[in-house]
């Protein structure tokens, strides 16, 4: 009797401190959240070279971003997002070619890059997967924007990374900012 009160008073304290950014269902509304997290965070005109998100089963899901305030500082920090709570887990210091802007080099959410896109693009990758291997249990194992190195835009592009329900393959889609898809790859 004690080990199930104890697992249920466990179960229900992982259950209240998830909310939609804490999710494992993560589709349009979700990946919104999670970008409302973020600029709660870090503020509606942070920089990023880095933003990605990882579901795990035991915790939720797991926010990883490498961000600025003040992109000319050269300075960014790496924060993980896991149970509700932001932690730095580094400092990074970046080079830029001479006579460039650091700017010119990261994105900011919402205008051009948006994590709402990239919701709708998980849940199109399931339903293309769905569609072309028959796969319907398929679920989030990973999303991220990739961003290029030279600071072309052009080359950014949005991908998601999906397994089956029990493991397995990993089925990549990667996607052009406007959500044209570039290749599906396992």
């Given at each position: 009797?004690?080990?199930?009160?104890?697992?249920?008073?466990?179960?229900?304290?992982?259950?209240?401190?998830?909310?939609s950014?804490?999710?494992?269902t993560?589709?349009?509304e979700?990946?919104?959240?999670?970008?409302?997290?973020l600029?709660?965070?870090?503020?509606?005109k942070?920089?990023?070279?880095?933003v990605?998100i990882?579901?795990?089963?035991?915790?939720?899901?797991?926010?990883?971003?490498?961000?600025?305030?003040?992109?000319?500082?050269?300075?960014?920090?790496?924060?993980?997002?896991?149970?509700?709570?932001?932690?730095?887990t580094?400092?990074?210091?970046?080079?830029?070619?001479?006579?460039?802007?650091?700017?010119?080099?990261?994105f900011?959410?919402g205008?051009?890059?948006?994590?709402?896109?990239?919701?709708e693009l998980?849940?199109?990758?399931?339903?293309?997967?769905?569609?072309?291997?028959?796969?319907d249990?398929a679920?989030?194992?990973?999303?991220?924007?990739?961003?290029?190195d030279?600071?072309?835009?052009?080359?950014?592009?949005?991908?998601?990374?999906?397994q089956?329900?029990?493991?397995?393959?990993?089925?990549t889609?990667?996607?052009?900012?406007?959500?044209?898809?570039?290749?599906?790859?396992?």
């Amino acid at each position: 009797m004690f080990k199930i009160i104890t697992t249920l008073f466990i179960s229900t304290v992982l259950l209240s401190c998830s909310d939609s950014s804490n999710s494992e269902t993560l589709g349009e509304e979700g990946f919104s959240s999670v970008e409302a997290n973020l600029k709660s965070e870090f503020g509606d005109k942070a920089y990023y070279t880095e933003v990605s998100i990882t579901p795990v089963e035991s915790i939720g899901n797991v926010i990883n971003a490498t961000v600025t305030k003040d992109p000319e500082s050269l300075k960014m920090g790496q924060w993980t997002w896991t149970l509700d709570n932001w932690e730095q887990t580094t400092e990074v210091s970046i080079e830029i070619p001479e006579g460039t802007k650091a700017s010119d080099f990261m994105f900011q959410l919402g205008s051009e890059v948006s994590l709402k896109k990239l919701g709708e693009l998980v849940e199109k990758s399931k339903a293309e997967l769905l569609k072309e291997k028959k796969l319907d249990n398929a679920k989030l194992h990973m999303a991220f924007i990739k961003y290029p190195d030279n600071g072309d835009v052009s080359k950014a592009e949005y991908v998601v990374m999906l397994q089956p329900e029990t493991g397995g393959t990993t089925f990549t889609y990667s996607y052009e900012l406007n959500g044209n898809l570039i290749e599906m790859d396992y």
